[in-house]
């Protein structure tokens, strides 16, 4: 699983300067496979929504387009204003970009008909689970308050720049395919 992780999010774990991040990145997915029993080829077919159809979009290109979304919306705002607004912590940009559904390891389940979410019944969520894993790992209170700020239906308060960046991207990139959906 090591191997395949650090292999799927190379490009964005290169531009982590914090080594002790980049090594709590791999751990938490990891730790979330494990619990959520995925094995690496299972874990590159799970949907990234319920919400509306994929079109073929898994949770890694999700994980993957989110982050880089963030990123650009990052330096499209600090090139394009003449006036540098705010500083961007990067590693926590990235970090929170790779671990933004990370709880969804956790709270999908594999079925003979497809995918489910596990406790639908219940009141964790994926957030919920991403944030105890974060936890378990160690990793900075200001990356699991990404991961807590990440859904429309978390509770909590984004404290940083990074929390709405990726927030945003992550709403920008389902909504354009809900959108699609709807013929839009």
Known sequence: MEIFLKKEFESILNKIENTDIREKIINAWILAADKGGWSVKEIQRIPFTFLTKNEGINLFDHTLAVTRGAAGLAEAII????????????????AGGLLHDI?????????????????????????????????EVGLQEEIINIIDNCSRKGDSKPKSIEAILIYQADIAMLDSIIMKRKNF
């Open 79 to 94: 090139f394009s204003y003449p006036v540098k607004p705010f500083d961007i912590n990067w590693d926590f940009l990235y």
């Open 103 to 135: 709880g969804k390891l956790i709270e999908i389940e594999k079925t003979d008909n497809g995918y489910k979410n596990k406790n639908s019944d219940k009141c964790q969520n994926y957030f919920n689970a991403g944030v105890i894993i974060l936890e």
